[in-house]
């Protein structure tokens, strides 16, 4: 595809409600990130793959919190039991295999936890 | 947890001015990327410096690293309205694939 695409771009949630956010990185990219970015703050990464294999999950902020990219492309992070404090904006990034090159980011999923 | 803090966290500019950011970060990294951010939007990345490196230019962007004292700056050169944005820098670890963002300045260019 043109871009990294993620989608719902908004999502309300009511609290307890479990939640899927879809990522489809760009075709080809061996590297997928997720980031969790509150209003006014940096982005907080949240787990990393390469291909179908999750390398570092040390981010994610508790057990609710499940990624997968069964198939090493397209990535969903879900989040059971969604509360309050996971409102937030949710971004996925790739990139090409190796560290030194730059990281394509989708627009972001908005997740409001009501 | 941020690896990395901006300074200042934010900068009002008349347009043409230049503005500069700084970042430091904690530990040894591979490389340091800046990236710009618009209200509402996702992160666009603007230039990867290398480890041995110590200045990069693109356009008019100017950045530099000091690895002896971890940070890096941002130089952003005859500013224009449309620079208005948030820039974060992120650091790529020894060792690691995986980019850790810093804390960001939220930049404004006054028309």
């Known amino acids: 595809g043109a871009g990294v695409s993620q989608s719902p771009r908004y999502k309300v949630a009511k609290r307890g409600q479990d939640v899927a956010l879809r990522c489809d990185p760009i075709?080809?990219?061996?590297?997928l990130f997720w980031y969790q970015q509150a209003l006014g703050q940096g982005p907080e990464f949240l787990t990393y793959?390469?291909?179908?294999?999750?390398?570092?999950k040390s981010g994610l902020p508790s057990d609710r919190f499940f990624a997968e990219r069964p198939e090493g492309s397209v990535s969903t992070l879900k989040i059971q039991r969604t509360q309050q404090e996971d409102s937030a904006v949710y971004l996925c990034?790739?990139?090409?295999?190796?560290?030194?090159?730059?990281?394509?980011f989708g627009q972001g999923t908005r997740l409001t936890v009501v | 947890s941020q690896q990395g803090e901006e300074d200042p966290q934010a900068l009002s500019i008349q347009e043409g001015e230049n503005a500069t950011m700084n970042c430091s970060y904690k530990?040894?990294?591979?490389?340091l990327q800046w990236y710009r951010q618009n209200s509402g939007r996702g992160l666009v990345h603007l230039i990867l410096?290398?480890?041995?490196?110590r200045e990069k230019h693109s356009g008019r962007l100017r950045v530099t690293l000091d690895t002896s004292k971890k940070s890096s700056s941002l130089l952003i050169t005859a500013s224009r309205a449309a620079d208005t944005a948030s820039y974060f820098c992120?650091?790529?670890?020894?060792?690691?694939?995986?980019?850790?963002f810093g804390t960001g300045t939220r930049l404004t260019v006054i028309p």
């Open positions: 075709s080809g990219h061996v590297s």
């Open positions: 530990t040894s990294i591979n490389n």
């Open positions: 990034a790739s990139n090409l295999r190796g560290r030194n090159t730059e990281a394509f």
């Open positions: 992120a650091t790529v670890l020894t060792g690691a694939n995986n980019l850790f």
């Open positions: 410096i290398r480890s041995n490196e």
């Open positions: 793959f390469q291909n179908e294999a999750q390398l570092d």
